[in-house]
């Protein structure tokens, strides 16, 4: 799946000099945390999330500043903090730096970004233009709204044995050669030996989460026998 195919269309955007309190406004009316910025052609130039709300003079929620940091923080940095808590428009408080994706960007890019980054929200862009927003929380109704396949749950026991192989073959968590796994209309049956508890949680995750498969049942035993035996 693509950034296009989850993403919100309907995006509720600002322009750099609308007042702080409509911003507010907005967030609350629509239940959103965060909003793209932009120019009058569209352009975006910052995205303004409640984070960039928090410590505000209006609400006595200013940060305080410890002593060492009034004595050693240079002059632009005092600054910047005096205006995200009393500049009165976005341009004042918006985040500057926009990570943004493309429409055509993988879900699994899309997740990474969203992760890596510590970000709720990223714009989506079609030839430099705003054309949607794809948040965690677009992500999560996504993974509601996953279906199994037609295909894959008419899958008889031998192809589904071979899929769960290829998907254990992938893994460089797994040792195969200590696990029988045995296929009957779609309930798996999972006997031997695994180095861990971790790696007994994860084999049953891979298993479960195979199309196809619709029951299973774990008799794999945490200790691999004669392992490191001379």
Same mark, same amino acid.
């Given at each position: 799946?693509?950034?296009?195919?989850?993403?919100?269309?309907?995006?509720?955007?600002?322009?750099?000099?609308?007042?702080?309190?409509?911003?507010?406004?907005?967030?609350?009316? *629509?239940?959103?945390?965060?909003?793209?910025?932009?120019?009058?052609? &569209?352009?975006? +130039? $910052? %995205?303004?999330?409640?984070? @960039? !709300?928090?410590?505000?003079?209006?609400?006595?929620?200013?940060?305080?500043?410890?002593?060492?940091?009034?004595?050693?923080?240079?002059?632009?940095?005092?600054?910047?903090?005096?205006?995200?808590?009393?500049?009165?428009?976005?341009?004042?408080?918006?985040?500057?730096?926009?990570?943004?994706?493309?429409?055509?960007?993988?879900?699994?890019?899309?997740?990474?970004?969203?992760? *890596?980054?510590?970000?709720?929200?990223?714009?989506?862009?079609?030839? &430099?233009?705003? +054309? $949607? %927003?794809?948040?965690?929380? @677009? !992500?999560?109704?996504?993974?509601?709204?996953?279906?199994?396949?037609?295909?894959?749950?008419?899958?008889?026991?031998?192809?589904?044995?071979?899929?769960?192989?290829?998907?254990?073959?992938?893994?460089?968590?797994?040792?195969?050669?200590?696990?029988?796994?045995?296929?009957?209309?779609?309930?798996?049956?999972?006997?031997?030996?695994?180095?861990?508890?971790?790696?007994?949680?994860?084999?049953?995750?891979?298993?479960?989460?195979?199309?196809?498969?619709?029951?299973?049942?774990?008799?794999?035993?945490?200790?691999?026998?004669?392992?490191?035996?001379?």
């Amino acid at each position: 799946m693509k950034a296009r195919d989850i993403m919100t269309r309907k995006v509720i955007t600002v322009r750099p000099d609308t007042p702080i309190r409509d911003i507010a406004t907005l967030m609350v009316e *629509n239940h959103i945390s965060g909003l793209p910025v932009l120019t009058a052609d &569209g352009k975006v +130039v $910052g %995205i303004l999330s409640e984070s @960039d !709300l928090l410590h505000r003079a209006e609400t006595g929620t200013e940060r305080r500043q410890k002593w060492w940091f009034r004595i050693f923080a240079d002059s632009a940095s005092l600054a910047r903090e005096y205006v995200k808590a009393h500049g009165l428009k976005a341009h004042d408080v918006m985040s500057r730096y926009v990570i943004s994706v493309s429409d055509d960007t993988e879900l699994r890019d899309v997740a990474d970004i969203l992760d *890596n980054r510590r970000i709720k929200r990223v714009p989506v862009l079609q030839e &430099g233009s705003l +054309v $949607g %927003i794809v948040t965690r929380g @677009d !992500l999560v109704r996504a993974l509601s709204q996953a279906q199994l396949s037609p295909a894959a749950a008419k899958m008889d026991n031998a192809g589904l044995h071979k899929l769960l192989q290829s998907k254990m073959h992938s893994q460089p968590w797994i040792d195969e050669s200590y696990i029988n796994v045995s296929v009957n209309d779609g309930v798996v049956e999972l006997i031997g030996f695994v180095e861990s508890l971790d790696q007994k949680n994860a084999l049953r995750a891979l298993v479960e989460g195979t199309e196809g498969v619709t029951r299973v049942e774990d008799r794999l035993s945490v200790g691999v026998p004669f392992r490191g035996a001379i």
